[in-house]
């Protein structure tokens, strides 16, 4: 990133972009509440929230297009969720009650520091990333932080002191542990693929988006584009995989003994977790920035100089903005489909969950594995 | 006891990995997505209420704008929850239809106690209540919810009457027919 923080010391720029993912990622994880809600309205026919109206603003003309979509239902909710009474059960340990929701929140927010939300051309056409931390150990960055978020389910689960929190907590934890494995195995072959032999060993998001300039990892490996998406429900705690909170048989899971704005913190984390999940899995199979297979973003860049004439597209600013906006929108198209898998696939069962991940996605993502492996072994030989 | 075994057939290897299903479920729920929302906006929009609906009971006229309750108190008696109470009253003398002779000074059905159960209707000689299409009713206390008179009329309206029983029987009287 250039040096645009007006001579700041490192330590304010550092509590600026801190603040900068709170102020951002919150109102878009609530926001997302939102959709969600709307979508599965949607889905079984009906409208959704679609009535609140602050009487001051009712003068407006095509407010009432505000007021169909939610967005003051929105806020009422986030507004009554900060006001209203929060008890304490008597039976909780309090402290570790208390801090589960905070542990919730520091890795949702923490792995978006790493992750590039889009990128210009600097000089001699190398493209650098908007990212907070440009780290090179980017994806492995994000693995390490975000299985940190599964402790603040097993806190709440053990802090709750009820059976059916500790028995979210529990499934939780086993969850998190099988489909970690194949999440991680299923990202191998991309990144073995990206580091060729010659060019710096490196982890970095960024390099495995320039890397897909030409076709996308989703077509070259669709089977490793699978098993991630399918871990990536699973580690989100999306449904069919909603195992810790399964209302159906735990009541509300790990956060039965939540109410509030303690309860309402977990449910932004899950939809911040949501966010960079779809991120990570956009940048690394989706073609992150590029528009089109086979259409990187200096050449859109290009054809868009060509066609108008104007120099201001080879500008950082304008490919910074594109980028940005071309990820977003894939970003949010896949958060779509988490939202329509979940109003469509009912729950599987606990012994099912267990069964598809170590005796089917396991097994399938090692096998992936190593036939890549083995694969670009001889091709890049 | 019979037990009947039942033969499930094996779940073939395609069926195994969920994706026919999961694609065909999501295919149904996108169908929905893009299609018209199946509920009604209650308050502005209000469903058709079909013809003989049970709803709130009311009082009604007849065509030529006779109230039609002789205030007999028959509805009073049969209530099952006694929601109804008349007061009954006499038309005086010089009115039109001195000849039907009373008519009541106030009649009231607590909502609060009404089942809905049609019994009034079935019950009335004179066709004068009936159960109509108003089906919502609130209010702030006990007292709004009771129906007086007035606002009975107000929601009953008017129903066509093939008889008119008491005009015939005036006509009757006045021609000299048997008395």
Redesign the interface.
């Known amino acids: 990133m250039p040096d645009t923080f007006l001579g700041l010391p490192t330590i304010a720029v550092a509590v600026l972009k801190g603040l900068a993912v709170v102020v951002v990622l919150f109102p878009v994880a609530a926001a997302c509440s939102m959709a969600e809600r709307k979508?599965c309205?949607?889905?079984?026919?009906?409208?959704g929230p679609n009535r609140a109206l602050p009487p001051f603003l009712a003068w407006i003309p095509g407010i009432w297009i505000v007021q169909r979509l939610g967005i003051f239902n929105l806020m009422a909710d986030g507004g009554k969720f900060l006001f209203k009474e929060e008890p304490l059960p008597d039976h909780v340990h309090r402290f570790y009650y208390v801090l589960a929701p905070l542990v919730a929140m520091v890795p949702a927010f923490t792995t978006v520091t790493v992750v590039p939300f889009g990128a210009y051309l600097g000089e001699g056409g190398r493209l650098v990333p908007l990212v907070l931390a440009n780290v090179d150990v980017g994806i492995l960055a994000v693995f390490a932080v975000a299985s940190l978020g599964i402790y603040s389910l097993i806190l709440a689960g053990w802090a709750s002191n009820s059976k059916y929190p500790f028995l979210g907590g529990v499934r939780a934890s086993a969850q998190l542990i099988s489909y970690e494995l194949s999440m991680t195995l299923s990202v191998l072959p991309v990144f073995l693929w990206v580091n060729e032999p010659g060019s710096p060993g490196t982890l970095s998001l960024t390099r495995a988006v320039e890397f897909q300039g030409g076709a996308w990892f989703i077509l070259t490996m669709p089977v490793s584009a699978l098993v991630f998406a399918v871990a990536l429900f699973a580690e989100t705690n999306r449904q069919p995989f909603d195992m810790p909170e399964s209302e159906a048989d735990l009541v509300g899971g790990f956060h039965t003994e939540y109410g509030a704005f303690k309860w309402s913190l977990f449910f932004v984390a899950e939809y911040a977790n949501m966010i960079v999940g779809s991120a990570v899995f956009t940048l690394l199979f989706l073609g992150g920035w590029n528009i089109l297979p086979g259409v990187p973003l200096a050449l859109l860049l290009n054809w868009l100089h060509g066609a108008t004439g104007s120099a201001l597209w080879l500008s950082p600013a304008a490919a910074g903005l594109i980028s940005t906006v071309i990820l977003l929108a894939k970003v949010f198209s896949i958060i779509f489909v988490f939202m329509?898998?979940r109003?469509?696939?009912p729950r599987f069962r606990y012994d099912q969950v267990m069964k598809l991940g170590w005796q089917k996605l396991l097994p399938l993502s090692i096998v992936n594995l190593v036939a890549y492996t083995v694969g670009i072994a001889l091709l890049q030989h | 006891m019979a037990v009947i075994q039942v033969q499930r057939r094996p779940l073939t290897l395609v069926e195994r990995t969920y994706f026919p299903q999961i694609l065909g479920g999501l295919m149904t729920t996108l169908r929905h997505l893009l299609g018209p929302a199946e509920t009604m906006e209650y308050p502005e929009q209000r469903p058709a209420i079909p013809p003989h609906y049970r709803g709130v009971p009311t009082l009604v006229r007849d065509p030529k704008g006779r109230e039609k309750c002789v205030s007999c108190q028959l509805c009073e008696f049969v209530c099952p929850p006694k929601a109804i109470r008349i007061t009954p009253g006499s038309i005086p003398g010089d009115s039109e239809n001195a000849n039907v002779e009373k008519a009541p000074q106030a009649f009231d059905i607590d909502m609060l106690r009404c089942i809905y159960c049609g019994l009034c209707e079935e019950v009335c000689p004179e066709e004068a209540i009936f159960l109509q299409d108003v089906y919502s009713m609130s209010g702030y206390s006990r007292a709004e919810m009771v129906n007086h008179k007035d606002r009975l009329y107000e929601m009953g309206g008017t129903l066509p009457d093939r008889h008119l029983k008491w005009e015939a029987k005036k006509a009757a009287e006045l021609g000299g027919g048997h008395a």
């Open positions: 979508v309205a949607w889905i079984q026919g009906r409208p329509w898998v109003w469509t696939v």
